[in-house]
C-alpha cells in the first residue's frame, strides 16, 4: 500500500507539473497567433488606407465615368489596378465598381457580377465611406471562401466629399490566412488552432481542420455546449484550460479574442499526446507494485504449505538475503539514502553514496544534529527545510506517508555549494507517532546549470524573434509605403504630365519608377525567402505535370508573342507541399524565359529522370547559359552573373528554390555554357512523409 500511493501521488505530481508547462506554452503560442493574425488585418486596412488617400484616383475616375472614351484613360486605370496586386501581394483580383454596385472592370478580367453578400459590402462602404475588410464568407457562385478589401473613392463636391466608386480587393485565405493560422511553432503531431465566430446561438469554425474535411464555415455546434473549447471562446473567455474536442477528444486548450475583429482563436493539443511522456513510468510503478504483490502473495502461500520450523528457516535466509540485496544496493548507488531519527534529530543511517554528496564521511555526518545539518543549507533555501520540519508532525499520521519532495543548494566540505534533490516520507509507529524520516538524495547541480543555460537561450531566442517581427513589420510597412508612393506619382507624373518634361526629366522618372518597383521586388523577396523557411510543408500527392504547365500558363505573359516554344514532357508524380514546389517551377521557368529572350528561337524543355532514391526534375534552356564556375554561387542570395541593366531580378529566386527543395530533403544543381543555354535540376526523394 505504502509503495502503491507513493508511486500514484509521485505520478499525480508529474502529470500536473506536465499540465502547467504545456499550459504556458499553448498561452506563449496563442498569443503568437494572436498576434500575427492581428497584425495581418492591420496590413490589410493599411493597404486600403493608402489607396483611400490617393488624391489622384478619384479625379481620374469620375471623369472616366462621365466619358469612358477619353482617349487612354481606361487603360490608364487598368494599369493602376493591375499594380495593386504586384505592389501589395496579397489579393487575386482588384475590380472597381460605381457607387451604385455595379462592376465597371476587373483585373485579371472575368468578374463581371457579383455575388449578394459582396455587393451588400460595397454600399455599405460606399454609405460610410470608410475602408472595410469583411468578414470571411462563402461566394455563392463559385462557392469558394473569400476574404475582401473595400476602398472607397471619395471625391470633393460642395462642402462634404462624396464616394466615385468602390475598389474591391479579392483575398484568398486558402494562400494569404490560413497558413498563419495552420502553422505550429514547434513540432507535434496533434496541435492545432482553430478561428472561430459566433453566430447567434451557434459557434462556427471557419478554417480547415485536422480531423475533419471541408469545415470552414459549415462546421456548426451550439454556444451552450461548455466543455467544448470553441463555445468557450465564443462567449468571450480568455483563459487555459481542459475540454473536449470537436470530434470528442480530452485536449488542453488556450482561447483568445482577436482584436478588432468578430473572430476568436483556439489553441490546443490533445491530452494523449501531453501526457504520453510519463505513461512509461506509470506502467513501470505499476509493473513494479504488481511483481512486488505478487512476491509477498507466493511467498505467505509458500509459508502455509511447509511446515513451521522450515517456513521460518526459508523465511529468515529470504530475510537475509533480502537485507543483503537491499544494502548491496544502497552501498553501490549513485543517490545517497539517509535515515534520521525524528526522536533525537540525529542521522542513524547514512549510504556510501552521501560522501561523494557532501564531502564529508559517514562517520562525520553521522555525528550531526538537526542544527548543525541546517547550517550546510544556503541561506536561501533554508525556508524549504524548515518547512519540512514544520510538517513533519501535522502532517505524519500513518505509516509511510509521503511529505513531498523538495531541491535545496548544501555547502560541500570543499566550500562550494552543490543543487541537491530530496524525496522522503516519514515512517511512524501505528499509533502514528512518527518515528523516521527515510530519504533519497540525488546530485542535480547540471541539471539546474542546464535549467539555468535554457532559461536565458530561451530568453534570447524570444528575444530575437520579437526583434524579427518587428523588422518584417518594418519592411512590409515602414519601407514599402514610400516606395509604393514614388512608384506611384512617378506613374502619374509620366502618364498625365510627361509632354512638359524634357526627354532627360522623363528619362529619370522612368529610373526612379524603375528603381522603386525594384526595391519592392527585393523587399518582397526577401520576405518570401524568410517565410519559406518558416512555413510549415503540408506533403500530399503532386501531380507534376499538371502543375508545370499550370505554371507555364501564368507565365505566357512574360514570353514573347513568337519565337519561344515551352516543351513539357511527361513528369512523374512526386510528394511534397504543393504550394512550394508550385514556386520551385515558377522561379525556374521565369528564368529561363528572361534568360532565353535575347534568342530569335527561343527553346524551353521541362522534364524528368529517374534516380535510385529520388526523381529528378529539369529545367533546360536555349538562352545566355552562364560559365560553369561560377555554378556553385547560383543558388546563394543576392549572387547575380548578369547585370540588372541587362536582366532584371534581385538574386533570391534561385536562393528560394534552394530553400525548398533542402526542406523536402532534395537536392539542386545546375549545367551550363556561355551562349549555349543552361539546365536546372532539383530532385525529390521518392519515399516523403
Not at 448 to 467: F, I, S
Request: with cysteine; glycine share 6%; proline share 4%.
Amino acid at each position: 500500500m505504502a509503495i502503491s500511493i507513493a508511486g500514484y501521488v509521485f505520478y499525480e505530481k508529474q502529470k500536473e507539473n506536465l499540465k502547467q508547462e504545456k499550459w504556458g506554452q499553448l498561452g506563449a503560442v496563442a498569443d503568437l497567433k494572436v498576434s500575427q493574425i492581428a497584425n495581418w488585418r492591420k496590413e490589410r486596412v493599411g493597404d486600403g488606407g493608402i489607396i483611400f488617400e490617393s488624391p489622384f484616383i478619384g479625379p481620374r475616375l469620375q471623369q472616366w465615368f462621365q466619358d469612358p472614351k477619353t482617349t487612354g484613360l481606361e487603360k490608364e486605370i487598368l494599369s493602376w489596378m493591375a499594380s495593386l496586386p504586384r505592389q501589395y501581394q496579397s489579393y487575386e483580383r482588384v475590380l472597381l465598381l460605381d457607387a451604385k454596385g455595379i462592376v465597371r472592370l476587373s483585373v485579371p478580367e472575368g468578374e463581371k457580377v457579383l455575388d449578394s453578400f459582396s455587393k451588400t459590402l460595397v454600399l455599405e462602404a460606399a454609405r460610410d465611406k470608410r475602408v472595410m475588410l469583411s468578414d470571411l464568407y462563402r461566394d455563392e457562385t463559385l462557392n469558394i471562401i473569400r476574404l475582401s478589401l473595400l476602398v472607397p473613392i471619395l471625391i470633393r463636391k460642395g462642402e462634404s466629399p462624396a464616394t466615385v466608386a468602390v475598389i474591391l480587393l479579392r483575398i484568398d485565405p486558402q494562400r494569404f490566412l490560413y497558413p498563419l493560422i495552420q502553422t505550429w511553432p514547434t513540432p507535434s503531431r496533434t496541435s492545432e488552432t482553430l478561428l472561430i465566430r459566433r453566430e447567434g446561438d451557434e459557434v462556427v469554425f471557419l478554417n480547415e481542420l485536422r480531423r475533419r474535411k471541408n469545415t470552414a464555415l459549415t462546421l456548426r455546434f451550439p454556444i451552450s455546449r461548455q466543455e467544448l473549447p470553441a463555445a468557450m471562446a465564443a462567449q468571450g473567455q480568455e483563459k487555459v484550460t481542459e475540454g473536449f474536442d470537436y470530434w470528442g477528444a480530452p485536449v488542453l486548450v488556450a482561447t483568445r479574442r482577436i482584436p478588432d475583429s468578430p473572430w476568436f482563436l483556439v489553441a490546443k493539443v490533445d491530452q494523449e499526446e501531453i501526457y504520453a511522456p510519463i505513461l512509461m513510468e506509470a506502467r513501470l510503478i505499476a509493473v513494479l507494485v504488481g511483481v512486488l504483490v505478487i512476491g509477498v502473495a507466493v511467498s505467505v502461500g509458500f509459508l502455509w504449505r511447509g511446515q513451521y520450523l522450515k517456513a521460518q528457516r526459508r523465511s529468515e535466509n529470504a530475510l537475509r538475503e533480502s537485507e543483503q540485496r537491499f544494502r548491496s544496493v544502497l552501498e553501490n548507488s549513485v543517490d545517497g539514502v539517509f535515515r534520521r531519527n525524528l526522536q533525537t534529530g540525529r542521522f542513524d543511517y547514512l549510504s556510501p553514496a552521501i560522501q561523494n554528496l557532501t564531502g564529508y564521511s559517514v562517520e562525520e555526518v553521522s555525528g550531526f544534529d538537526i542544527n548543525a545539518f541546517l547550517g550546510l543549507i544556503h541561506p536561501d533555501d533554508l525556508s524549504v527545510v524548515q518547512r519540512e520540519i514544520k510538517r513533519e508532525l501535522a502532517e505524519c499520521r500513518a505509516v509511510g506517508q509521503a511529505t513531498g519532495n523538495s531541491e535545496l543548494r548544501f555547502k560541500h566540505k570543499d566550500g562550494e555549494y552543490r543543487w541537491l534533490a530530496t524525496n522522503t516520507k516519514v515512517l511512524a509507529d501505528p499509533d502514528g507517532q512518527p518515528l523516521y524520516r527515510l530519504g533519497v538524495v540525488r546530485n542535480i547541480t547540471e541539471r539546474k546549470r542546464a535549467e539555468e543555460a535554457l532559461r536565458q537561450r530561451d530568453a534570447e531566442l524570444e528575444r530575437v524573434n520579437k526583434e524579427l517581427e518587428a523588422f518584417s513589420y518594418s519592411v512590409s510597412h515602414d519601407l514599402r509605403t514610400p516606395l509604393v508612393g514614388i512608384s506611384g506619382l512617378s506613374e502619374i507624373l509620366l502618364g498625365k504630365y510627361s509632354q512638359d518634361l524634357p526627354k532627360k526629366g522623363q528619362h529619370c522618372l522612368r529610373v526612379i519608377q524603375r528603381e522603386a518597383q525594384n526595391m519592392l521586388q527585393l523587399i518582397d523577396d526577401l520576405m518570401a525567402f524568410s517565410r519559406f523557411q518558416r512555413q510549415e510543408i503540408k506533403h500530399a500527392p503532386i501531380d507534376m505535370s499538371r502543375l508545370a504547365k499550370t505554371v507555364c500558363d501564368g507565365l505566357k505573359s512574360m514570353m514573347p508573342k513568337q519565337g519561344m516554344k515551352v516543351d513539357i514532357k511527361p513528369l512523374l508524380p512526386a510528394r511534397g507541399d504543393r504550394a512550394m514546389i508550385r514556386q520551385v517551377f515558377h522561379n525556374l521557368l521565369s528564368n529561363a524565359i528572361k534568360f532565353t529572350k535575347p534568342r530569335e528561337a527561343g527553346i524551353i524543355e521541362i522534364g524528368c529522370l529517374t534516380g535510385e532514391n529520388d526523381h529528378i526534375y529539369y529545367v533546360k534552356d536555349n538562352g545566355v547559359g552562364f560559365e560553369m564556375q561560377h555554378a556553385a554561387n547560383l543558388f546563394e542570395a543576392f549572387q547575380r552573373l548578369h547585370s540588372a541593366e541587362e536582366f532584371e531580378g534581385t538574386g533570391i529566386g534561385l536562393a528560394i528554390v534552394q530553400r525548398i527543395i533542402h526542406r523536402h530533403g532534395g537536392r539542386v544543381w545546375a549545367d551550363g555554357k556561355v551562349n549555349e543555354g543552361a539546365i536546372f535540376y532539383f530532385a525529390l526523394p521518392i519515399k516523403q512523409p
